[in-house]
């Protein structure tokens, strides 16, 4: 053979190579990626003002409520594997609020996920929390009833331990609780707190695995596709979703690597498990392959809602009950006369 052409396969071959080289390396495929969850963090003004208010013990509660409950959560997402939450000596960002010694320091956290072999660290902050109780009285039955509201607003920050940067997303959400219940004397109410957290933890977990590691088709055959995330990540039956074909773009000015999602179809799931989700291919398809990315449009309650607000359709036939009758040949207030 000519070494000429020898030379030049091998070369083509190499540069092959190259490319999935670096992507294998970038989204780990077939392995689980490990996340560092460093303490839930406090913002200072947030203390001062529980301390103010005598709601110290209410924070604290859910702060730590929130770190347990965020781990359960991200767990049973089954995506990424967990380093210990409990924060190493001379990680800063953990939450002492009799000290005020709340500091949220990214690259102490991307320096001890590096050390545990994680790829990310998820910190958590709460950036919002107020807690009011009230009892009211009902002197005609002799019964008082307290009135307890919560709210929690809270973020995570997710940081690349590589470069120890911050990325540009960082899901939050802000949630409110109200309870009622015989004042007993207790002002604190730890059922209330635990199940706002929980439901925080899990909003915040599914956005986290959403922007970090996408819901993916994994088969598509004929109209079904089956995806690889189900109730865990969020998913219902009769969710609309929108399936996208990710290509990176790189900003010439800043150098900075962007992610174009181009739509190329839509389903709404049929079926579903903790991990996996069936769905029905509806409309155009131009182009739902197997590793194009799924992400959620309206879920089920959503559609629902619009199609009991939609104006009636007039190309349609009125079935409703006292509609009017369509009328045949003599059938009429004058029928035929026949000779």
Do not use: C
């Amino acid at each position: 053979m000519n070494m000429n052409l020898v030379k030049f396969i091998t070369f083509a071959f190499l540069l092959l190579l190259i490319p999935a080289t670096a992507i294998a390396a970038e989204l780990s495929p077939g392995e689980q990626d490990t996340i560092f969850i460093g303490a839930v963090s406090v913002q200072p003004s947030i203390i001062k003002l529980a301390e103010e208010h005598g709601r110290t013990m209410e924070l604290q509660r859910m702060a730590d409520a929130l770190e347990s409950q965020f781990v359960s959560a991200l767990s049973a997402t089954r995506v990424f594997q967990i380093v210990e939450s409990t924060s190493p000596e001379g990680l800063k960002g953990e939450t002492d609020l009799k000290e005020e010694t709340v500091v949220l320091d990214e690259q102490a956290a991307a320096k001890t996920g590096r050390q545990a072999g994680a790829k990310f660290a998820l910190l958590i902050q709460i950036d919002g929390f107020e807690y009011s109780a009230e009892s009211v009285h009902y002197e005609a039955i002799g019964r008082a009833v307290m009135h307890r509201k919560l709210f929690l607003s809270a973020l995570v920050q997710i940081v690349d331990t590589a470069s120890g940067k911050l990325l540009s997303e960082a899901p939050g959400m802000q949630l409110t609780k109200s309870e009622e219940g015989e004042n007993s004397g207790v002002v604190g109410s730890d059922r209330a707190i635990v199940a706002l957290a929980k439901e925080m933890a899990k909003i915040l977990s599914q956005e986290a695995v959403s922007f970090m590691r996408p819901a993916k088709v994994l088969s598509v055959n004929g109209k079904q596709i089956l995806i690889n995330r189900g109730t865990e990540a969020g998913f219902e039956k009769g969710d609309l979703v929108t399936i996208y074909v990710p290509q990176k773009v790189k900003d010439e000015d800043s150098g900075e690597i962007f992610i174009n999602e181009t739509p190329v179809g839509q389903a709404i799931i049929t079926r579903l498990d903790k991990k996996q989700s069936f769905a029905d291919i509806t409309g155009e398809d131009l182009g739902i392959t197997k590793g194009t990315i799924v992400r959620k449009l309206k879920n089920a309650v959503a559609r629902r809602a619009e199609v009991e607000t939609q104006p009636p359709d007039p190309t349609l036939p009125n079935l409703e009950p006292g509609g009017p009758a369509e009328t045949t040949p003599g059938s009429s207030e004058k029928p035929f006369k026949w000779k």
